[in-house]
């Protein structure tokens, strides 16, 4: 058994794959067992994410999660910010450029609305919950945005770990409400076509939520809207410590 943990232990990326591969499976398992897949496995695995990470700072005191475990240290590599943003950016390769242009001022009012709506309810929530600096009420908008553009923000602004930490919640609630809501909302919106699939990514934005309440919904329909919520993420990113936190400031006074 020790011979075993420490081969797993110096090829951790790959072990990394290994155990991403089995939670994705047991998810879906659970997804098509326990709810006939309306509630979706990639909701399911963010969730058992969770547990597990929750768990592995419980076990070893650490910051990091799971990946404070020596045998699941690969997992701090393959979930860094490199192999992620290879993952969020290469979602839109699939997309019909014909399709695309057929967005046009919808797509781009969309992106605009959701970035702006999203900023100002996350910003609210955190006065409302005595952040009323405009750093944090910056830092807890963008991660109202997106789970990526709150950090960017905060670490931008110097926000304290613990709103960063805060922001990223809000944005991991995001994600599975998205997740779970898109397949029970999209007859009544109308979300059937890649048209509307983009204008659903800029409006919502959480790039994993929107990939995955679509592929629950159609799967045709995942390239469109994580394109133009891959947009809306670096949008958010550059919004988020510039234009977002001016206009707060200009607000909060302080």
């Known amino acids: 058994?020790?011979?075993i943990t420490e081969i797993l232990s110096k090829n951790g990326l790959v072990f990394a794959f290994v155990v991403v591969g089995v939670v994705m499976w047991v998810s879906y398992q659970i997804s098509d067992r326990l709810s006939a897949g309306r509630l979706h496995g990639s909701a399911v695995?963010?969730?058992i994410g969770l547990v597990l990470a929750w768990w592995g700072g419980l076990a070893t005191g650490g910051s990091k999660g799971l990946a404070d475990v020596p045998l699941f240290a690969g997992i701090g590599l393959m979930g860094g910010a490199m192999l992620r943003?290879?993952?969020i950016v290469s979602t839109a390769y699939g997309v019909d450029i014909r399709e695309i242009r057929k967005a046009g001022a919808a797509g781009v009012v969309a992106l605009a609305l959701g970035i702006v709506v999203s900023f100002a309810v996350g910003a609210l929530v955190a006065a409302?919950?005595?952040?009323t600096d405009a750093v944090s009420m910056a830092t807890i908008g963008g991660g109202a945005a997106t789970y990526i553009v709150g950090p960017v923000t905060g670490t931008a602004l110097g926000a304290s770990s613990d709103v960063i930490a805060l922001s990223v919640a809000a944005g991991l609630l995001k994600?599975?409400?998205v997740m779970i809501g898109t397949p029970l909302v999209a007859p009544l919106i109308g979300l059937n076509?890649?048209?509307s699939a983009?204008?659903?990514g800029g409006l919502m934005g959480?790039?994993?939520g929107v990939a995955g309440g679509l592929a629950a919904t159609d799967k045709r329909l995942v390239p469109y809207g994580a394109m133009t919520a891959t947009f809306y993420t670096g949008l958010g990113c550059l919004m988020g410590p510039s234009v977002m936190y001016l206009a707060l400031l200009a607000i909060t006074g302080g």
């Not at 409302?128 to 952040?131: E, Q, S, V």
Request: aromatic residues 12%; proline residues 4%; charged residues 10%.
């Open 1 to 3: 058994m020790e011979m």
């Open 45 to 47: 695995a963010i969730i």
């Open 85 to 87: 943003d290879l993952a």
């Open 128 to 131: 409302a919950f005595g952040y």
């Open 175 to 177: 994600a599975v409400l």
């Open 193 to 195: 076509n890649p048209k």
């Open 198 to 200: 983009m204008a659903y």
């Open 206 to 208: 959480t790039t994993s």
